[in-house]
DNA sequence: TTCAAAACATACCGAGCGGTCTTTTTAGGG
DNA sequence: CCCTAAAAAGACCGCTCGGTATGTTTTGAA
């Protein structure tokens, strides 16, 4: 199963990352085997020691983002800053990573592929609306949401505006400019979502890029 | 080229929508011939004498939607509403018709599929952000706009914004609640992108449908 | 140094794809 | 009614795909 050669291990990362860069590009299905093969420098044969499918192959990738999230939920849980904050630099940090991170990145856009296929499963998205949607109910009983928001709505939303970014960005510039095109979005919601002070407080996070 | 007999133009029709359906659930590679044919009860034989290839096919449906947002924005411009208005009522009726109709759906998708693959070529989402941009300017100009609200930034998180709606909708329900949903972004937008009256007046019209 | 297992290479296979070819049926003007 | 072209049918082809079977090289521990 896992390598215990360290020549195997080499080559397993190889094909993780050509692969990612492929599905990243053109999706699962119009990723052929052989480029992927081609990309890494690895043979069918080599190949088929590591991975027992192309969908094996894709469920590794998955595998490797459904693992990165909880932690970085986490790890900013833990940091025990006001929702709002937390919700803001979660996000952005989530971003951040997408935006550098091939594998990531491809792994996103296997999962939702595979969503968007079978209409049932829509765990990812769902996912993140759950999170977004806790932190945003916990702002609110802070104080720091405007009256009248609705913070599932506005949960529904972002997840929405993230969503579309990503696939804009994804296909203009590789996500590179995925992270400015979210803060741009912030600009954009916090004054109809955020009460003062904590909305100018948070749109100053932007401005100094050490807090993130 | 076109047909010339009664019968050719029902089985062409059945032909489109067929592919309409399929090319919507799932895409077009995901697509085969042979589902597109067995779905609308064509066999090959009649297929390729009204079709030149699936590309062909695909461009037909791809037309028919390129053909309608052009008009539709006339159609509003004619209205000669004030910009925010006409801008929230051209979204509402694009959105409106991208849940009823399914070529439409297909035609976007297809659209929307080629650009993801092949970065360079953006041109629908492109020709969307344009449209909404140069309303929010007009909208900014007859002081419908809050101050400091960037026209371009807002037409680039709204296009992310319909974009993300669509395929979770898409995704979960066919695209049936793609109208609610998008209401749902525009409760959650408009209070920080228009300045009074303008707002409320606006968010009035998701209460009394026949204005729409 | 040896040797078994791990790691890699390559020829090959069946299935499904889009597309073509030939043939048959149908429609509608003379 | 008939005859020609439009329209439809279905067998067929080449190709690429993911996957397998079998053979070869490399590794590391004894």
Redesign the interface.
């Known amino acids: 199963m896992s390598p215990q050669q360290h020549r195997a291990l080499a080559t397993r990362e190889a094909i993780l990352r050509a692969a990612a860069e492929e599905f990243d ?3 699962y ?2 990723a052929p085997l052989s480029a992927i093969l081609e990309r890494s420098g690895v043979t069918k044969g080599a190949f088929y020691f590591h991975f027992a499918s192309k969908e094996a192959l894709a469920s590794a990738i998955v595998q490797v983002q459904d693992d990165t999230w909880p932690r970085l939920a986490d790890r900013w849980r833990d940091r025990g800053m006001d929702p709002l904050s937390t919700l803001v630099g979660l996000c952005d940090d989530a971003v951040s990573l997408l935006s550098r991170d091939v594998v990531l990145r491809a792994g996103v856009r296997l999962a939702a592929d595979r ?3 079978y ?1 049932g499963l ?1 765990s990812a ?1 769902l996912r993140w609306e759950k999170v977004l949607a806790d932190l945003l109910v916990a702002a609110g009983s802070a104080g720091q949401l ?1 009256p009248g ?2 913070p599932e ?2 949960a ?2 972002l ?7 990503r ?2 960005s ?5 996500c590179a400019d995925y992270p400015e ?1 979210m803060r ?2 912030w ?7 955020a009460a003062e002070p904590w909305c100018s407080s948070v749109l100053r996070m932007f401005a100094d890029p050490q807090v993130l």
Do not use: C, M, N
């Open positions: 590009r053109v999706g299905d119009a969503e968007l296929g209409p829509s998205h405007r928001v609705d709505a506005a529904r939303a997840t929405s505006a993230a969503l579309g970014a696939l804009i994804s296909a203009t510039s590789r095109r741009e979005v600009r954009f919601v916090l004054p109809g979502l």
